[in-house]
């Protein structure tokens, strides 16, 4: 099958992009024939102030992709479109250019930004679902878009055009969550059942389960306010044990969470920075758990497979996807959503029985194996597509 997968990169690289690129090397493996499509947002950089009013406008409506994609379509005749984000320079006009040239659309949602400008359903701190009960100039209210109310504006204008032009329903032909907790988001608002399918992120190639218990405990991720890691160093501090912490990223909270743990029970605690992928996993496989600490909804972390695939299990809060993905007692533990106490308990707890995390680790590997390679994501995805294909059709 040849296949376009379409995305707008970030500048700052995060999961989506992660996603976008292992779901390309996995149909790549299967011997499909794979177009790309990428606009990267390192070419807004450094525009004038000119050409970020033209932005503005083809956040809305890109006319340069539609020219562009129809053209790519014309003379390679893909059988589906595969869109990961198109956010800002990609559009929705994509959409149109498949549909002019009756090629199927798939879109990936590894966010809530169909629901939310922001994209994380977050503010201040907290879970905000104000955008939803209410309406999107309350997200332009609180400029939740880069904390600006005119780039807020400027999404919140993208997302009233096209439910008004009825794009999400009419131009798309499935759209892929990676939980069922999001699906039951775009099902709330209105989006078809029938075209919402559920296909979780993996980990490809599998990176074999580990061979001991682990040593240290370990967090990884962006270090920013929606990912919770203020929690750890006042979780820390509330330790009996001298329990290590080792904390893999980089962001904007590194050196107040750095002065945090100076002043608290932080001497056993290493900040590793940004690590490749292969250096990653092999810190999660001497892992004695992973800690995910994120205030937000998450739409799946992929350190949670990364963790599940090395046979690592995982304290998360009980809270959207992360609940959904760890099962309290048998591939981890959940404590409450916020609260230091109580992941200090969890990982007091955890840190004191390393048998039972041990277990707990064999069933993570267990669930990997039954839900979260790329094999079973494979199949899942065909099945998308042979179902869009065939209603096309």
């Known amino acids: 099958m040849k296949i376009l997968v379409a995305h707008n990169a970030y500048q700052q690289r995060g ?3 992660s996603v976008m690129e292992a779901e390309a ?12 499509y990428f606009r990267h947002n390192d070419e807004i950089r450094d525009y004038s102030f000119l050409e970020n009013i033209r932005l503005a406008s083809g956040t ?5 992709t539609l020219r562009s994609l129809r053209r790519l379509l014309r003379d ?3 059988a589906i479109a595969h869109f990961h984000n198109t956010l800002p320079l990609v559009s929705p006009s994509a959409y149109y250019a498949c549909k002019d040239a009756s090629v199927p659309v798939v879109q990936a949602i590894q966010n809530f930004r169909l629901l939310c400008p922001g994209g994380n359903l977050f503010r201040d701190g907290r879970v905000c679902e104000e955008c939803i009960e209410h309406s999107l100039v309350r997200g332009v209210l609180h400029a939740c878009y880069r904390d600006s109310r005119l780039q807020t504006a400027v999404v919140a204008g993208m997302l009233a055009l096209h439910r008004s032009m009825k794009t999400w329903s009419e131009r798309v032909d499935a759209f892929v969550v990676c939980t069922e907790f999001a699906r039951g988001k775009l099902l709330s608002q209105g989006f078809p059942v029938g075209k919402v399918f559920v296909k979780p992120n993996f980990v490809f190639p599998d990176p074999g389960a580990r061979s001991d218990r682990g040593e240290t405990p370990v967090a990884v991720g962006r270090l920013s306010p929606e990912k919770g890691q203020r929690l750890l160093p006042q979780a820390w501090s509330h330790l009996g044990s001298d329990v290590p912490l080792r904390i893999v990223g ?17 001497h ?3 900040f590793e920075g940004w690590l490749s992928k292969e250096r990653t996993i092999e810190l999660i496989k001497r892992a004695r758990f992973l800690v995910v600490s994120s205030l937000c909804y998450e739409a799946f972390p992929v350190t949670i497979a990364e963790a599940f695939a090395c046979g690592v299990p995982v304290l998360a809060p009980r809270l959207g996807a992360m609940a959904e993905i760890v099962s309290n007692g048998q591939t981890g533990l959940h404590f409450e959503p916020g609260n230091p106490e109580d992941l200090a308990a969890k990982v007091e707890w955890a840190w004191a ?22 094999e079973r994501n494979y199949q899942i995805l065909m099945r998308i597509y042979e179902q869009v294909t065939s209603a096309r059709a």
């Open 353 to 374: 029985h390393p048998e039972s995390m041990e277990e707990m680790g064999r069933a993570a590997r267990a669930e990997f194996e039954a839900r979260y390679t790329g």
């Open 76 to 78: 390679e005749k893909p």
């Open 60 to 64: 809305l409506w890109a006319a340069d």
């Open 25 to 36: 090397r996995l149909l790549l493996s299967r011997h499909h024939e794979v177009l790309k």
């Open 268 to 270: 056993r605690v290493s």
């Open 250 to 266: 980089d962001g904007p909270l590194r050196s107040e969470l750095e002065s945090a743990f100076a002043r608290s029970n932080g």
């Open 15 to 17: 999961g989506e992009d």
